[in-house]
């Protein structure tokens, strides 16, 4: 049997842990970057959008949004209708630091990519959002406290 997933594990793990390092002299580690970069690009994101978004658990995210708040890169607001809901922005420090992501991820995304063509690409990238779908119901499913059957 063919280990995709096994080679999309390494993929991912390699992409991290690169990450972490280049991305230590701006204090973030341990995958922060994630999750700045998805409330860069949605300010006013709450935290349970975020965790989904990133498909985590709420412990996880709030570890790393906390971590993230107290090294200035976003900041919290309460929301003007329901002063529970606190929504999450970036800081001037958030959005300087966005951008060296942002490269980062594209140098990545080129590096990975190189030697293939356009239609490969393509075909590559549908066939990943198909099996990521696949994968989204059973975290779905086992999130809500089932027991999936082998």
Same mark, same amino acid.
């Given at each position: 049997?063919?280990?995709?997933?096994?080679? #999309?594990g390494?993929?991912?793990?390699?992409?991290?842990?690169?990450? @972490?390092?280049?991305?230590?002299?701006?204090?973030?580690?341990?995958?922060?970057?994630?999750?700045?970069?998805? #409330?860069?690009?949605? !300010?006013?994101?709450?935290?349970?959008?975020?965790?989904e978004?990133? &498909?985590? $658990?709420?412990?996880?995210?709030?570890?790393?949004?906390? &971590?993230?708040?107290?090294?200035?890169?976003?900041?919290?607001?309460? $929301?003007?209708? @329901? &002063?529970?809901?606190?929504?999450?922005? !970036?800081?001037?420090?958030?959005?300087?630091?966005?951008?060296?992501?942002?490269?980062?991820?594209?140098?990545?995304?080129?590096?990975?990519?190189?030697?293939?063509?356009?239609?490969?690409?393509?075909?590559i990238?549908?066939?990943?959002?198909?099996?990521?779908?696949?994968?989204?119901? $059973?975290?779905?499913?086992? &999130?809500?406290?089932?027991?999936? $059957?082998?």
């Amino acid at each position: 049997m063919i280990e995709i997933l096994r080679e #999309i594990g390494m993929i991912a793990r390699a992409l991290d842990s690169i990450s @972490n390092i280049e991305f230590k002299e701006y204090e973030l580690t341990r995958g922060q970057y994630l999750y700045l970069v998805r #409330i860069c690009e949605n !300010p006013g994101i709450i935290q349970e959008k975020l965790a989904e978004m990133v &498909k985590v $658990d709420r412990t996880t995210a709030a570890r790393a949004i906390k &971590k993230l708040e107290h090294n200035g890169f976003i900041e919290k607001k309460k $929301d003007n209708h @329901n &002063k529970k809901i606190k929504k999450l922005f !970036p800081t001037i420090k958030g959005i300087n630091v966005y951008p060296f992501i942002k490269r980062e991820n594209e140098h990545s995304n080129s590096v990975a990519l190189e030697g293939l063509s356009e239609t490969e690409i393509d075909t590559i990238f549908n066939l990943l959002q198909r099996v990521r779908m696949n994968i989204e119901k $059973d975290w779905e499913f086992v &999130k809500k406290g089932n027991k999936r $059957d082998y």
